[in-house]
DNA sequence: ATTACTAGGAATCGAGTAG
DNA sequence: TCTACTCGATTCCTAGTAA
């Protein structure tokens, strides 16, 4: 089965006439002994998941139809638990106190001016950090997919302040805020940054550790993203 | 590995509490015995793939941000060779003659009449029929994220004729044509009819058995289909 | 009911090597 | 070079049980 997946990854970047392998080279890409890859592409080929053909350096491997169901198989379990069918997309995550400097930067008038025009609150002055748990963290790309409400970087005289990308959100089910993504961020993947009209740890009665859920809408015209 | 994706299904299909399982169950999707599915459980904790957390009726299992990963690899392979990017749908498969039925049903007055409106063509009076490979129909599902234009069924006294999908697709890269999908088929999910004002088989001095390429144009805000 | 240890039989692996 | 066979070494699996 992990040979068929490299098989198809291979296949993948070869064209339609079938991916060009060599029994080394699969033994290499798979760590295991160029007698095993020979005995794996005979069993494939001996259950029908895979055609293949021989040429001077090597051969040629095409996945077989009932090859392709079989990762088909495997694809919508994936894309079942990566992508369940949903108009949003729902975070969860763990709330823990940063640095404070949430409240630094959201006060800043270069900033504020714009969350008022283009999120339509006042930002209470501090976020809400959110440590993201390993599903949320893996399905946090999806962001990508949604338009952001772009706020615009700005020099103050003494330094910069860079770009942020705002997505409206929706925090644990009662308040209306934005998550907040620095284009540069001092935090990992693993965590989003929350704002609100009023202080969310008071209005919601959070503490570190705790629980929340942050649910973004998802563009009803998702747009491609190219990468 | 094939036991993580095992879990990502059963993961994907409870909440994000984690899903609840049992050796005994598990071993049984697996087609294993109790024994290993335990065995595979210990290992994935101590790979930090899963976190485990014994309940009285079982285990309640939530995939780790590392198995995440691990799964993400999997399913960008996965991704890579089902939908390599593209704004079309190419379909290839083998041209083979039918029952004649094509020319009798593309000719109904109630059909016809539909197709002019709709596809903007009167169709020539015989559908080309395409026996899709394997890659082709692993990817054919993907016509169902396309708006279909919908042929509607009528009565003609007699007898009913049911309704019809339409895809515009251009076939071999030369013609404007359509693909068609009887709601309910006589053929199987590999054969794909074809559409056309002219004579396809004709026009393009084609014969059995000779590979033909459809492509079908994604719509450019696509909706996702929900199941 | 669970999970998971132990032991030994079964399956798999890869070094050597032939074609 | 390539693929793929043989065969001894190793790994893996499960029946029997304990907890």
Known sequence: MMALLRLADLSAKSGAEGALVTTRELARL?????????????????????????????????????????????YAI??????????????????????????????????????????????????????????????RPLLDRIDPIIIEGFANGSRCFGPVKCFRAKVADRIEGAVLVAMRSHYGDDVIELIAPVGLREALGLRDGQTVRVRIPLAPNPQRSSA
Do not use: C, W
Request: net charge neutral; aromatic share 10%.
């Open 30 to 74: 798979m760590g295991i002994s160029q007698q095993s890859a020979s005995r794996y592409l005979i069993e494939l080929e001996g259950l029908g998941l895979i055609h293949r053909s021989r040429a001077p350096e090597g051969e040629r491997i095409r996945i077989a139809e009932e090859g392709s169901r079989r990762l088909a198989e495997l």
């Open 78 to 139: 994936l894309r079942g638990f990566f992508e369940r069918p949903e108009a949003e997309l729902s975070l969860e995550g763990r709330i823990f106190t940063g640095l404070g400097e949430g409240a630094y930067y959201v006060s800043q008038e270069g900033y504020r001016r714009q969350f008022v025009e283009k999120l339509g609150f006042d930002p209470y002055p501090g976020t809400l950090n959110l440590r993201l748990d390993p599903k949320s963290r893996s399905r």
